[in-house]
């Protein structure tokens, strides 16, 4: 799952080499773990400090760095974004990994893919299973289930870059296998712990659960799935609740989606303000930063569905 995440071998990335070597230092034993803390470390070395020395006093528009600025005082080290790096989500994916294991025995299983990248859109069947969304998945630049539009996403992203820019997109998570009843009831539902973790990755600025949106463009008996018999279980014929009814498992395929912004620092020329002078100012951000955030963003989804997943399974007494 780190590979996924990595820079280091996708031609459309940033060009930073992170080639995100896990270090396990506690908790863990021939395999197993020890039952105490499980300690994971990623090392960043592949820092470079000048880019963001040279633009200390005039944020990037889009980014972090006024805001955390004026919170933090002048002595925050913002080298690299900070705390508010894309790189924070090494250790997302790390703990999602192990998530996936404690989650093995309840048979749940959670793939993501690249929905929509700089506006083109990918379809990928209802009835596609984890397995060949993963296989379609990883066969492509842009982490999409869709080789179809796979090319023009490419293409979208290389556009984009070459003219100085960036493109924004979204990332689709489907879940199978969740029991029946998960999640908590108010403030811990499905949809609360999700979107809270959802938050959490830099550059996200929506969520969606089933329909989403479209939803409130729906009338009931349209948005309403119908209950049936599937031998002796209960199921719906179509899944516009995304798997999710009062913020508990139907049963169904979760489905949800994260909106991601195009990345904030490109090499364009954009207005800001020196915080030195009190006068405007034009920035062109250097550095290697990524045309697009999604197909990283891709496996990081995926990782909070899946440690999301196991603390509802913990909370509801589904796993031991
Ligand atoms: C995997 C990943 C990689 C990212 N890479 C970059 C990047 O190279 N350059 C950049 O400006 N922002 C990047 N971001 C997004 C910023 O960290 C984010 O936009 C910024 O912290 C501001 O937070 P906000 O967009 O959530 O408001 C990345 C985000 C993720 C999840």
């Known amino acids: 799952m780190l590979d996924r995440r990595s820079p280091s071998r996708r031609r459309l990335a940033s060009r930073r080499q992170e080639p995100d070597r896990l270090v396990v230092d506690g908790g ?6 020890t039952g105490g ?68 025995p309840l048979g749940v299983r959670v793939a993501a893919y690249a929905e929509e990248i700089g506006g083109v859109p990918a379809e990928v069947p209802e009835g596609l299973d984890w397995t060949e969304i993963g296989i379609r998945r990883d066969s492509n630049e842009v982490s999409t289930s869709d080789p179809k539009a796979a090319p023009a996403m490419e293409q979208a992203i290389a556009v984009a870059r070459r003219v100085g820019d960036s493109v924004g997109g979204v990332v689709a998570v489907r879940a199978w296998g969740v029991p029946v009843g998960l999640g908590e009831p108010f403030f811990d539902s499905i949809e609360s712990v999700l979107a809270h973790l959802a938050f959490a990755i830099p550059g996200v600025k929506g969520v969606e659960f089933g329909a989403g949106f479209a939803a409130a463009r729906l009338r009931g008996s349209e948005n309403n799935d119908p ?75 995926e990782a909070v569905t899946l440690f999301g997943l196991a603390d509802l399974a913990f909370a509801g007494g589904f796993l031991p």
Request: proline content about 6%.
């Open 37 to 104: 803390v499980l300690r994971l470390h990623v090392e960043n070395r592949d820092a470079r400090r000048s880019e963001y020395d040279r633009i200390q006093f005039t944020p990037r528009p889009g980014h972090a760095d006024y805001t955390a600025r004026v919170r933090y005082g002048p002595t925050a080290d913002l080298a690299g974004g900070g705390i508010f790096s894309g790189r924070m989500t090494v250790g997302l994916v790390a703990a999602g990994a192990v998530a996936a294991q404690l989650l093995e």
């Open 28 to 33: 863990w034993i021939n395999g197993r773990s």
């Open 227 to 301: 209950f049936r018999w599937e031998g002796d279980r209960v199921t719906t014929s179509r899944n516009r609740a995304g798997g999710v009814l009062g913020g508990l498992a139907t049963g169904m395929p979760l489905t949800w989606r994260i909106a991601i912004k195009p990345t904030p620092s490109i090499p364009r020329a954009q207005q800001t303000v020196d915080l030195r002078t009190h006068q405007a100012a034009t920035i062109r951000v250097g550095g290697r930063h990524d045309p697009c955030i999604v197909p990283r963003a891709v496996v990081v989804a």
